[in-house]
């Protein structure tokens, strides 16, 4: 038997899961315009072990959304990851975030392309085929009328960024879905539980998130 505690931190939503070979025993998540995930975070972990009558010692693994996202929140979900493997001896799983994304959506034929909202017109997306294969490789791209020209077949487009982006991408193959705005826990559940059995880890010491671009910190405007 394997658990799996996956936690998913890249975006507003702050999620976790827990599985057990491959199936979902427990999630909680919540998003809020304020990032609440260092509040929320270790909260959320405690309810749904004691919801699925298990403590952290019956964990066999630790899965966490990689990026790209939120630096913030990324680096608040990483470090509870390493934290518990560090502490229970237990390996570390990755997993794409725009994979995650991508998973709550099922074509018959088509593409998919997850965007996470990136600031101003820039998101980060990739693209995956029907079969949730990615088909062009994660980037941070500036969106104008020419984005995704090249792609002649029916193309949904998810995420946190579809609102901004409508209004630009206007051709009639593409098709934005709404209601799907942000990854969720429940969703690692199949793809931590694939990488478990193959044994495909990362190293708990080194393992950095998939951040795209370099952090920027910012000085609050005042006076306003």
């Known amino acids: 038997m394997s658990i799996i505690l996956n936690i998913e931190t890249a975006t507003k ?10 199936a979902l025993l427990s999630f909680r998540e919540i998003a809020e ?9 270790h909260l959320f972990i ?4 004691i919801d699925s009558g298990l403590a952290h010692q019956d964990l066999s693994a ?4 990689q990026g790209p996202g939120s630096y913030t929140g990324l680096r608040i979900g990483v470090s509870a990851a390493k934290g518990l493997c560090y502490a229970l001896q237990i390996p570390l799983i990755a997993i794409d975030t725009l994979a995650v994304l991508a998973e709550q959506v099922r074509i018959e034929e088509g593409l998919i392309i997850p965007m996470i ?7 980060y997306c990739a693209v995956f ?17 020419e984005a995704f020209r090249g792609l002649t077949e029916k193309v949904y487009f998810i995420g946190d960024a ?7 991408l206007t051709r009639p193959n593409f098709i934005f879905r709404e209601d799907i705005i942000f990854p969720s826990a429940k969703e690692m559940v199949p793809l931590s539980w694939n990488k478990f059995e193959g044994s495909n880890f990362v190293d708990v010491a080194y393992f950095e998130p998939l951040y795209l671009k370099d952090f920027v910190a910012t000085t609050p405007k005042k006076g306003l």
């Open 33 to 41: 315009q304020g990032y609440s995930h260092a509040e929320k975070l």
């Open 46 to 49: 405690e309810e749904i072990l």
């Open 62 to 65: 630790v899965a966490v959304s």
């Open 129 to 145: 085929d029907s079969d949730h294969q990615q088909v062009i490789e994660t980037s941070a791209e500036i969106i104008t009328d």
């Open 162 to 168: 579809t609102i901004k982006c409508k209004e630009i």
């Open 117 to 123: 909202d990136a600031r101003r017109m820039e998101v």
């Open 13 to 22: 939503n702050c999620s976790v899961s827990l599985s057990r070979d491959g």
